[in-house]
């Protein structure tokens, strides 16, 4: 069964860039299309971009030119930056996979990791 | 973009009773070429990642108890609830993957009366 493990600062200056890194484990990197999803406290859910183990990318043309999503395949790892954070950047990451045997990118988010915090504030 | 749109924003109903929430698509998100709905259903419990429920519209996920069912197509969806349970307590939200501009509804809280 994968799991997944996000991981980074919980509290980033504004201005500054926000990076995390998100573990896989139990499973194949090369198998699922990995996305970062987010949610500031108490609102809705935000697609940020998803990353394929070959490279391939896409991004939220809302954030766009602020972000950088990049995979480790020898540390079964994907990593997001994030770029001249401010107060609205704050909230819990998520990243997620999308299973390429039942159609990815075109298809769901499971599994989930349980999210970290990141808190903007100086 | 396509927006979702989740009705009720919240919504109270008793144990043992029917609870049912709607989602609307901006377009449709049925793909013609294969019949199949690109949405699915979560539920989110607090601190918690949300859990996927229901992928197609309306294929439960594996081991979801079958009070649970999805319906609709198109732009407009519903999530059934058909016997409400303490544990159903969560905020319950839409997402669709006819695009990979994901976009997810706003969210419904569902609570016990």
């Keep these: 069964q994968v799991q997944l493990q996000e991981s980074g600062p919980g509290l980033v200056k504004p201005s500054e860039t926000l990076s995390l890194t998100c573990t896989v484990s139990g499973g194949s990197i090369s198998s699922y299309y990995w996305s970062w999803i987010r949610q500031p406290p108490g609102k809705g859910l935000e697609w940020i971009g998803y990353i394929y183990y070959s490279g391939i990318t896409n991004y939220n043309p809302s954030l766009k030119s602020r972000i950088t999503i990049s995979v480790d395949t020898s540390k079964n790892q994907l990593s997001l930056k994030l770029s001249s954070v401010t107060a609205a950047d704050t909230a819990v990451y998520y990243c997620a996979g999308s299973t390429v045997t039942t159609g990815a990118p075109y298809n769901w988010f499971d599994p989930w990791g349980q999210g970290t915090l990141v808190t903007v504030s100086s | ?113």
């Design chain 2, 1 to 113: 973009d396509i927006v979702m749109t989740q009705s009720p924003d919240s919504l109270a109903v008793s144990l043992g009773e029917r609870a049912t929430i709607n989602c609307k698509s901006s377009q449709s998100v049925l793909n013609s070429s294969n019949n199949k709905n690109y949405l699915a259903w979560y539920q989110q419990k607090p601190g918690q990642p949300p859990k996927l429920l229901i992928y197609w519209a309306s294929t439960r996920e594996s081991g979801l108890p079958d009070r649970f069912s999805g319906s609709g197509s198109g732009t407009d969806f519903t999530l059934t609830i058909s016997s409400l349970q303490a544990e159903d307590v969560a905020v319950y939200y839409c997402q669709q993957y006819y695009s990979t501009l994901y976009t997810f509804g706003q969210g419904t809280k569902l609570e016990i009366k």
